[in-house]
């Protein structure tokens, strides 16, 4: 359910390599997780859930380890979704709902937007300027903690979350692999974060 390959090529043409989760073992190997996803909330869930890999990401998450959702990814780490019946991973607490309709927008939200800063995290620190980057998604995450709601994009007469952070966990609605340059730097930031040790403060 995830767009590996892309992702995969984007850190490598950042000088980083992954490798892949697979199963429980895996994970002591991992210094950060990165979530990525493509499609609908309950068969990505399903997917996790036939894994076995659900109990050891909430695990993770729980220990403010470092973790980055993209896309459907940033999803699942809510509590729960309309585009399903499954629970997600908890991470965040809230829900994900469906873009509002009569808004002049078409859904799903398919193209370039620019960030709305609201709180600093790694990948947008403050003082950083607002990128324009890639969206395709019909659903946003609605975040029950505003501290927890790191960047917004303005979609119709209103906005929808682009990004959220709590801790070491965070996560991008966009898809900063497929968001050039601009993109290419917010996962830099993120890689020079990790090399710091991922310090709290942003």
């Given at each position: 359910m995830g767009?590996?390959?892309?992702?995969?090529?984007?850190?490598?043409?950042?000088?980083?390599?992954?490798?892949?989760?697979?199963?429980?073992?895996?994970?002591a190997n991992c210094d950060a997780l990165i979530l990525p996803g493509v499609g609908s909330f309950d068969p990505a869930m399903e997917q996790l859930r036939s894994t076995g890999l659900i109990p050891h990401l909430q695990?993770?998450?729980?220990?403010?380890?470092?973790?980055?959702?993209?896309?459907l990814g940033l999803q699942?780490?809510?509590?729960?979704?309309?585009?399903g019946e499954s629970p997600g991973l908890g991470l965040f607490k809230g829900s994900v709902c469906r873009l509002p309709s009569g808004q002049g927008e078409r859904i799903p939200?398919?193209?370039?937007?620019?960030?709305d800063h609201r709180h600093p995290c790694p990948l947008l620190p403050a003082g950083a300027e607002n990128p324009w980057v890639y969206f395709v998604h019909s659903f946003a995450a609605h975040p029950a903690l505003e501290q927890?709601?790191?960047?917004?994009?303005?979609?119709?007469?209103?906005?929808?979350?682009?990004m959220?952070?709590?801790?070491?966990?965070?996560?991008?609605?966009?898809?900063?692999?497929?968001?050039?340059?601009?993109g290419a730097e917010l996962l830099k930031r993120w890689l020079l974060w990790l090399q710091a040790g991922a310090p709290l403060s942003a």
């Open positions: 767009n590996l390959h892309s992702v995969t090529k984007c850190f490598e043409r950042l000088g980083q390599s992954l490798t892949p989760v697979r199963c429980s073992d895996d994970f695990e993770w998450g729980q220990a403010d380890r470092p973790l980055l959702g993209i896309c699942l780490l809510f509590e729960r979704s309309e585009e939200h398919m193209g370039w937007g620019k960030l927890d709601r790191a960047a917004d994009v303005g979609f119709g007469n209103g906005v929808a979350t682009a959220v952070w709590h801790g070491r966990v965070g996560a991008c609605q966009f898809h900063p692999e497929k968001s050039g340059r601009a």
